[in-house]
T-cell receptor, first 110, second 114 residues
Framework: RKEVEQDPGPFNVPEGATVAFNCTYS??????FFWYRQDCRKEPKLLMS???SGNEDGRFTAQLNRASQYISLLIRDSKLSDSATYLC???????????FGPGTRLSVLP | DGGITQSPKYLFRKEGQNVTLSCEQN?????MYWYRQDPGQGLRLIYY???????QKGDIAEGYSVSREKKESFPLTVTSAQKNPTAFYLC?????????????FGEGSRLTVL
């Protein structure tokens, strides 16, 4: 089993739709969680850090469920510019490495 | 502006040649990383370094070498021993002292072996 798994995708949604991505991680000692966005042939960029209480940034909401070892990302009112691959990233803690999920590709269609 | 600079952005190499990819950061980060990404695939860790003059193998270190002589610099050499070197190479850095610090990436180097 991979350490970090994501919905396989791709997700093709119309503009204005709400879309949710799921991510599960296998190491219960993991302490830090992130969602990154990667555009085609570009470097990943941080979208959101994910906190235990959940957090929201505009149209984006991230949730963490430590008991189920599950992270989610919700995008509301999706825009064409949201089209990208979304990477779930987990870190075990101080001095530990980051583990990347395979990514879920989103295409927002006009 | 603080950030990570990778060069070259595009590189072509003949089989059997070694090439070195440069990575420089001015974020004062302790930790630096090299990842490889193949088309449609996730990122895989090649090497990482948490302190000057020390580095550790990642998941796919075979055929690669690194050095960390300065805090700001973490060059990656792709040797002729790497069987499938054509890929997108990403350098990253992070703060070590913070438990929750995120990764910052350079713009990447795209290597093609002819």
């Amino acid at each position: 089993r991979k350490e970090v798994e994501q919905d396989p995708g791709p997700f093709n949604v119309p503009e204005g739709a709400t879309v949710a991505f799921n991510c599960t991680y296998s190491n219960s000692a993991s302490q830090s969680f992130f969602w990154y966005r990667q555009d085609c042939r570009k470097e990943p960029k941080l979208l959101m850090s994910v906190y235990s209480s959940g957090n929201e940034d505009g149209r984006f909401t991230a949730q963490l469920n430590r008991a189920s070892q599950y992270i989610s990302l919700l995008i509301r009112d999706s825009k064409l510019s949201d089209s990208a691959t979304y990477l779930c990233v987990v870190r075990k803690g101080y001095g530990q490495n980051f583990v990347f999920g395979p990514g879920t590709r989103l295409s927002v269609l006009p | 502006d603080g950030g990570i600079t990778q060069s070259p952005k595009y590189l072509f190499r003949k089989e059997g040649q070694n090439v070195t990819l440069s990575c420089e950061q001015n974020l004062n980060h302790d930790a630096m990383y090299w990842y490889r990404q193949d088309p449609g695939q996730g990122l895989r860790l090649i090497y990482y370094s948490q302190i000057v003059n020390d580095f550790q193998k990642g998941d796919i270190a075979e055929g690669y070498s690194v050095s960390r002589e300065k805090k700001e610099s973490f060059p990656l050499t792709v040797t002729s021993a790497q069987k499938n070197p054509t890929a997108f190479y990403l350098c990253a850095s992070s703060r070590l002292a913070e438990n929750t610090g995120e990764l910052f990436f350079g713009e990447g180097s795209r290597l093609t072996v002819l």
